[in-house]
């Protein structure tokens, strides 16, 4: 199943104003991005991969943590923020960044011998746009070396003035309004992931380890 509408959303106005608020969006996930650290096994030469690395900020974090020997590859689909990724780490040989859908690309070039292995794939609030979640971790798991981990963070189902204030201003002026569609919603992993909120609260992120 293709991730089409997360595309449409991320290389549209969603990416452009991610892109644009990068300063302020990283202040205000501070807290959550170090919690994620903090209990991320980063060690220096490690493989690490990020998904829906956005403008690169967690990339970039970890980069520093795994120090030359390591390397962090960051994924994503969003065009406008992978530009200012790249331009956030100019002259440095770790992070790079793709243009990929781990849920539907090949993360390997065609005819390569090996698959590309991670000691750790992490994400903060990237992984909850997949059209088909259990497709796209068994992906990301055939890359990882027996033992690594997979650790992400997602907002909860709590209520969260980030999504509903803006939605109940709306519907003051506008009455009721349609349901919003299913997916992708930014909260579809709220059963599985332990609970963000805005402002984000001093919770672990989800780990599983292969
Ligand atoms: C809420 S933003 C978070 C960006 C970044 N991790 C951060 O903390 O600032 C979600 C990101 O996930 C990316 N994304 C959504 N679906 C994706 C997919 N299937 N594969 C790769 N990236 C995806 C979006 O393009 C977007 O950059």
């Known amino acids: 199943m293709a991730n089409t509408a997360t595309h ?3 290389n549209g106005q969603s990416g452009r104003d991610w892109a644009d608020n990068q300063r302020a969006l990283d202040i205000f996930l501070r807290d959550a991005m170090d919690q994620l650290l903090a209990d991320l096994p980063l060690t220096p030469g490690a493989n690490v991969l990020d998904i829906g690395c956005g403008a690169g900020t967690l990339s970039l974090r970890m980069a520093d943590q795994v120090a030359e020997t390591g390397a962090v590859l960051g994924l994503d689909v969003s065009e ?4 200012l990724a790249r331009r956030r780490s100019v002259g440095r040989d770790s992070p790079s960044f793709r ?3 781990i849920q539907t690309d090949d993360l390997d070039q065609p005819g390569a011998k090996s698959a590309t292995r ?3 794939c992490a ?3 990237g992984m909850m746009f997949f059209s088909d979640p259990v497709r796209a971790l068994r992906r990301i798991r055939a890359h990882l070396c027996p033992g690594a981990v997979i650790a992400f963070n997602g907002w909860g189902q709590d209520d969260n003035p980030w999504f509903s204030l803006p939605l109940k201003v709306a519907e003051r002026h506008l009455g009721p309004l ?3 569609p299913a997916s992708p919603a930014p909260n579809n992993a709220a059963p599985i992931s332990p609970p963000l909120s805005a402002p984000p609260r001093r919770r672990g992120p989800w780990l599983l380890r292969m």
């Open 8 to 10: 449409d959303i991320w």
């Open 80 to 83: 406008p923020l992978l530009q």
């Open 123 to 125: 994400s903060q609030i």
């Open 118 to 120: 991670f000691d750790l």
């Open 178 to 180: 349609p349901s919003a």
């Open 99 to 101: 243009k990929l859908d």
